[in-house]
Nanobody, 112 residues
Framework: QVQLVESGGGLVQPGGSLRLSCAAS???????MSWYRQPPGKQRELVAA???????NYADSVQGRFTISRDVAKNTVYLQMNSLKPEDTAVYYC???????WGQGTQVTVSS
């Protein structure tokens, strides 16, 4: 497994932006890295993913607002979140499904 540590969550007003980071303990070059989120009282859902060749995929609910990217040299994956809405409130997790590796999660709260 690879160890993953998320950071960058917090409280933001609707319409604001946050950037989440996910630092891996080893190389992410060959992995499909993903961001998931779990809203209060709901199941965990896929937000965005990026493959080893840089292909990205987004949930319909965040398409056009969120951007996933990665810095292979830094073994870090990012999630830039713009135009945040109250329904984006959730614990956000970084995950690598091949090795079933997950971070501890970071809370994002969108509220005025």
């Amino acid at each position: 497994q690879v160890q993953l540590v998320e950071s960058g969550g917090g409280l933001v007003q609707p319409g604001g932006s946050l950037r989440l980071s996910c630092a891996a303990s080893g190389s992410i070059s060959w992995y499909i890295m993903s961001w998931y989120r779990q809203p209060p009282g709901k199941q965990r859902e896929l937000v965005a993913a990026i493959t080893s060749v840089g292909t990205t995929n987004y949930a319909d609910s965040v398409q056009g607002r969120f951007t996933i990217s990665r810095d292979v040299a830094k073994n870090t994956v990012y999630l830039q979140m713009n135009s945040l809405k109250p329904e984006d409130t959730a614990v956000y997790y970084c995950g690598e499904l091949t090795t079933d590796s997950w971070g501890q999660g970071t809370q994002v709260t969108v509220s005025s």
